[in-house]
């Protein structure tokens, strides 16, 4: 091999941003209805730090660090409803989180393309990167000696 890839995830923060509201609304003192509710959300980070290393040289030809906010919510409505001779409860909620194996993956697969676009030509890293972010000087290693 003339290039190997080193590194890994450096960050699982797992809850770096919540918030939260929970509320409950009762009518009558033990007999009656009450009504519950909350809405939640939560913000986790990944983070992921590559480097392009010649197998020969041992020289760190190019890096990369990428970070993906995770995003959850979860919201949930109750109603209990009771009286002397009867009491019943309803509940029910949604919840939402983009998979953290997913963000991962995500963020591997966009540093390996970062890393070796420098080994194709412009028309190529066009094709594979965003406008803004083809413009992005690279050029390519100067090829081994015999």
Do not use: H
């Not at 998979?99 to 995500?106: E, F, L």
């Amino acid at each position: 091999s003339r290039y190997y890839l080193v590194g890994g995830v450096t960050e699982l923060n797992e809850n770096i941003l919540s918030s939260g509201l929970n509320a409950q609304l009762g009518i009558g003192s033990g007999d009656g209805a009450r009504l519950a509710g909350s809405d939640r959300s939560y913000v986790l980070n990944v983070g992921l730090d590559l480097r392009l290393v010649d197998t020969q040289s041992q020289e760190v030809i190019d890096t990369v660090s990428l970070q993906k906010q995770v995003i959850g919510k979860s919201r949930d409505l109750g109603l209990l409803v009771g009286g002397q001779s009867a009491n019943g409860q309803v509940s029910g909620g949604v919840s939402s989180m983009e998979p953290v194996q997913a963000a991962v993956r995500a963020l591997v697969e966009r540093a390996v393309l970062e890393l070796t676009a420098r080994f194709y030509d412009e028309a190529a890293r066009k094709t594979c990167l965003p406008v803004a972010e083809a413009d992005r000087t690279w050029s390519a290693p100067e090829p081994a000696g015999p």
